[in-house]
């Protein structure tokens, strides 16, 4: 028999337990809680906020690894205010009901209470206004920007902004994909942009016009990491979506810009880099770069300017945040010492009704280069004819939705008088041109795997003769690419299938209180 002393016990621990647990996790509307791991830096526990204003309209969620430990005096965690389908995040307010933050994500002391409110409310349209301020180009060729800013109106509906969230595309790089071309749009609210800006562009020439685009999208989209965004490493968000949020990293801005610059007629397109100039691990980078015009120029000290195919470009920033430094628009040519425009890769982007392309993607290498081609797309069609030069490599690699069989054909084919093979295990065709003329491929894909599917694609090449100011150059056509394989390792806190946070710490609470009420009863039974 248990004696009355052992139950006590047990009741104890089980109670001592269960507030342990429940001070180690906020509920869903951040009325209780503390930090991920249940402690602060000072070993204190929160048990105040944030909270929400209508817990069915929107959650709290931790932002995966934003517990910021380097100060251990002054530790931080950053929250994440998420929009329930049909409804849509507004601000913060702080304990007096004053605005705060139009930015979903908040960075409060992990080891103090904390009383600011996320507010939502229903679906809809939201009607934004972006304020932005005109470059003003002086006789002197010089820019300033005047104190009194631009006003653009445009409306997005919350229910696109989720569904477009929810969507499968592109939102990261890979080997076959570098730069987010898939994302670049001029219809919706592009469309509307693109319509309010041209007045301010009128008689100007493609780097004042360039600038003009850039300076608006410097206003409209305010620098913040896709962790505090999206909780995701990286995420490539689409012009819509960054509008809607206001809120965007660097290669966000970038889509925006050349989405815009595209569809107002200016030559532009991607600069990429790997890492800084230090080798710095996770410091990649993307923005954008413009054609400068034969009487255009960039002038300065450490300029970032290349050329391609004797094209000039100068580089273009769009990762800033101009309400931290007031009325702050860097233009173009400056890059930040961190950055080298030789360690750079360009992707140029050719828009023509309505289509964008990728058409080159190279290393800026010395900064004078000739440009390859290289040409994107979502479905298994034909690509267009690429040019190309005597002495130019070229490699190509199909894709399809499904493992493929393929049978090769055509007279680009060494064996049918062209300089193409195909290697059948690495399912790529290569080869560099030796004479001018016109090659074709056929390459037909039957699948490997469910019913049987057929798929022809034809390759044409375009050869013409090399010459001293018309030389060769490497051409690699990827084609496809919209498979997107994605790593991921056990954190914290996790997504569950409704959006909200989950950990699975509190089922080893659980098991531990069992273990030790079980033992208490074992003792109780010896005694």
């Not at 569809?263 to 054609?291: E, Q």
């Not at 094209?311 to 961190?338: C, K, Q, R, W």
Request: contains cysteine; aromatic residues 10%.
């Amino acid at each position: 028999m248990i004696k009355p002393q052992t139950v006590l016990v047990a009741v104890i621990a089980v109670a001592v337990i269960a507030v342990l647990a429940y001070g180690m996790f906020d509920s869903e509307d951040g009325n209780t809680g503390s930090d991920p791991d249940g402690t602060t830096g000072n070993g204190g526990s929160i048990s105040v906020g944030p909270f929400v204003d209508n817990i069915d309209m929107g959650s709290l969620i931790p932002v995966t690894e934003s517990y910021d430990i380097t100060d251990p005096d002054n530790p931080t965690i950053t929250y994440r205010a998420v929009a329930r389908e049909g409804f849509q995040f507004l601000y913060w307010t702080d304990s007096e009901g004053n605005f705060v933050t139009d930015n979903p994500s908040m960075t409060f002391a992990a080891d103090e209470d904390r009383d600011y409110t996320a507010h939502f409310d229903s679906g809809g349209t939201r009607s934004i206004e972006i304020q932005w301020y005109m470059p003003i180009f002086n006789g002197d060729g010089s820019v300033t920007f005047g104190n009194e800013p631009e006003r653009l109106n445009v409306s997005i509906s919350s229910f696109d902004w989720y569904d477009s969230l929810e969507s499968d595309i592109q939102r990261g790089s890979e080997v076959r994909v570098p730069s987010p071309v898939a994302l670049l749009t001029d219809d919706g609210v592009i469309a509307d942009i693109v319509e309010q800006l041209r007045p301010y562009t009128e008689g100007l020439t493609n780097l004042q016009k360039s600038m003009v685009i850039l300076a608006f999208v410097q206003d409209a989209i305010d620098y913040e990491t896709d962790w505090n965004l999206y909780d995701e490493e990286e995420f490539w968000a689409t012009p819509m979506e960054s509008l809607f949020l206001g809120y965007g990293d660097c290669e966000d801005g970038a889509t925006l810009f050349v989405s815009i610059a595209s569809a107002m007629g200016v030559d532009c397109g991607f600069v990429t880099f790997d890492s800084d100039r230090y080798g710095t691990d996770g410091t990649g980078h993307m923005s954008i770069a413009v054609a400068l015009e034969e009487d255009e120029a960039v002038t300065g000290e450490n300029v970032a300017t290349f050329v391609v195919d004797g094209v000039t470009y100068a580089y273009g920033e769009t990762a800033v945040d101009p309400s931290l430094i007031e009325n702050y628009h860097p233009m173009f040519g400056i890059l930040g010492d961190s950055y080298l425009i030789t360690d750079g890769t360009w992707t140029h982007i050719v828009y023509s009704d309505g289509t964008f392309t990728a058409e080159s993607t190279l290393s800026i290498g010395n900064g004078e280069r000739s440009t390859g081609g290289i040409v994107y797309g979502d479905s298994y069609s034909d690509p267009p004819a690429v040019p190309m030069r005597v002495g130019d490599g070229f490699a190509y690699t199909p894709e399809t939705t499904l493992p493929a069989t393929y049978v090769v054909t055509g007279d680009g084919l060494v064996e049918n008088g062209g300089f193409l093979t195909w290697d059948d295990s690495m399912q790529t065709l290569s080869g560099t041109a030796t004479k001018a003329g016109t090659y074709t491929v056929i390459l037909t894909a039957t699948s490997t795997v469910g019913p049987t599917q057929t798929a022809v694609q034809t390759v044409t090449l375009i050869v013409e003769e090399a010459s001293v100011e018309n030389g060769s150059s490497d051409h690699y056509l990827i084609y496809g690419g919209d498979s997107l394989t994605v790593e991921t390792e056990d954190v914290p806190f996790t997504e569950d299938s409704n959006g909200e946070s989950e950990d699975h710490t509190v089922l080893y609470i659980v098991g531990g209180a069992l273990a030790i009420i079980l033992g208490i009863i074992i003792v109780g039974r010896v005694i």
